[in-house]
């Protein structure tokens, strides 16, 4: 892998601009703050495109019944929660607004949980309860990214990758160690290998059509 050392950047810029108008210091933390909005965009990328595959995996392998569960995930739990409450006709009606009408739109740890049920036989190199709760750890990571790191779950949190451990901490950033350089690199890496672990032990042979494709094409 291609290295390009702090000083070896800062040399050239020297070349161009006097010394005092520009130093370490000030490159190091220039540096920092590309490599986290480069970070940032590989999070949210890689997530964005493993949450679509998900999606179409969904709607297209699932049948009727398990495709008509997930979209009324929400209606059934508050249904649940007011099962003692006698509920008449009009809010019967509001309640069905819960449902959502497209796959789309049902919160995706549903949809993967439905999916790893399908899989036949998972690769003995890995285990599916803990590539489950890496992706509930991922989606979390994912999410602080909007609100610049910062928690806003109820519950502290934690996850360990690789003998490093990200800590999630209500209301505060969230703090990992030891950290390493490729990281976030190596996060992605994994949600990539469990995609192909759902891919190649799914009996489907049929075509599943992913529209964005026509971006490509054009």
């Known amino acids: 892998m291609l290295r390009i050392l702090q000083d070896d950047i800062l040399e050239k810029y020297h070349e161009i601009y006097p010394k005092s108008d520009f130093q370490k ?25 493993f949450e679509l595959f998900i999606t179409l995996f969904s709607n297209t392998i699932l049948d009727d019944e398990q495709k008509d569960k997930l979209l009324k995930v929400d209606y059934d739990r508050i249904k649940a929660i007011l099962k003692k409450i006698e509920i008449d006709e009009a809010t019967e009606e509001k309640l069905k607004k819960c449902i959502k009408y497209n796959i789309a739109h049902t919160p995706v740890m549903y949809k993967y949980g439905k999916i790893f049920k399908m899989v036949e ?13 890496f992706l509930d750890f991922f989606g979390k990571l994912r999410n602080c990214i909007h609100s610049n790191y910062i928690y806003y779950g109820n519950e502290t949190y934690t996850y360990n990758y690789l003998g490093e451990n990200y800590l999630f901490e209500p209301n505060k950033l969230i703090s990992h160690s030891p950290s390493q350089e490729n990281s976030i690199f190596r996060l992605t890496q994994n949600l990539n290998e469990i995609g192909k672990s759902i891919i190649e032990n799914i009996s489907y042979d049929k075509e599943i059509y992913d529209p964005s494709i026509e971006l490509i094409e054009k």
Not at 121 to 133: A, E, V
Request: glycine share 2%.
């Open 25 to 49: 210091k000030d490159l190091t933390l220039h540096l920092q703050g590309h490599k986290n909005l480069l970070n940032s965009f590989l999070i949210i990328n890689c997530w964005s495109n």
């Open 121 to 133: 036989s998972y690769p003995s190199t890995r285990n599916k309860n803990d590539d489950r709760k």
